[in-house]
């Protein structure tokens, strides 16, 4: 089955700055590719998402990449912001289910 | 107007107990999902649902139990609570099983369980 693989497990970076996330999965098969973040106590929600037939995608800040041939795919934050500080689940869905992976703290200091 | 809602959003028990969190989704969506998240954070589906019909049972122990009277409603029954059971459950939804038609799974707001 699929099995995915998230690093950095924690990030800090300073307000401005960029934070790049990444994330590598095993099923050759999968095809979409979301991205989840989960506000400390709420619940996870998608904030962008992109699928096999695509290489990149952006909307405002963050952006993601996938290179399908070495299997792997990143989220990029531009210009971060302390309301950006949350955990970032990768996921991807393969033939049978979505796979998530262990998440990213991902803390921004002002 | 709340699109998966589950309750209790906090439930604080005894080992041995018996406990049930219930969830709803007004979005017309036909699969809804179980998954829990421990204190790592990370994020495990137990359970999923398409139309009523189970359709992924993840090593669960069988104390756990879901129930899907109609394609909007999942609850989760556990018997016999245990130390370990103690996580955040989170009911979740999508159009399609793990939303193959528009991609995007919905979750409620999550249900904190704690056994003492």
Aim: charged share 25%; glycine share 6%; hydrophobic share 30%.
């Amino acid at each position: 089955g699929e099995n995915v693989e998230q690093h950095p497990s924690t990030l800090s970076v300073q307000e401005g700055d960029s934070a790049v996330i990444k994330c590598t999965y095993s099923d050759s098969a999968s095809n979409y590719f979301p991205w989840y973040k989960q506000e400390l106590g709420k619940r996870p929600q998608l904030i962008i998402d992109i699928r096999s037939n695509v290489g990149e995608k952006k909307d405002q800040r963050i952006a993601v990449t996938l290179n399908k041939t070495a299997k792997h795919f990143s989220l990029h934050i531009t210009e971060t912001q302390p309301e950006d500080s949350a955990v970032y689940f990768c996921a991807a869905r393969g033939t049978d289910k979505l796979v998530f992976g262990a998440g990213t703290i991902l803390r921004v200091k002002s | 107007d709340t699109a998966v809602s589950q309750t209790p959003k906090y439930l604080v028990t005894q080992m041995g107990n018996d406990k049930s969190i219930k969830c709803e989704q007004n979005l017309g969506h036909d699969t809804m999902y179980w998954y829990k998240q421990d204190s790592k954070k990370f994020l495990k589906i137990m359970f999923s649902y398409n139309n009523k019909e189970l359709i992924i049972n993840e090593t669960v122990p069988n104390r756990f139990s879901p129930k899907s009277p109609d394609k909007a409603h999942l609850n989760l029954h556990i018997n016999s609570l245990e130390l370990g059971d103690s996580a955040v459950y989170f009911c979740a939804s999508s159009q399609g099983l793990y939303g193959t038609a528009t991609g995007e799974l919905f979750f409620g707001e999550g249900s904190r369980l704690t056994v003492l």
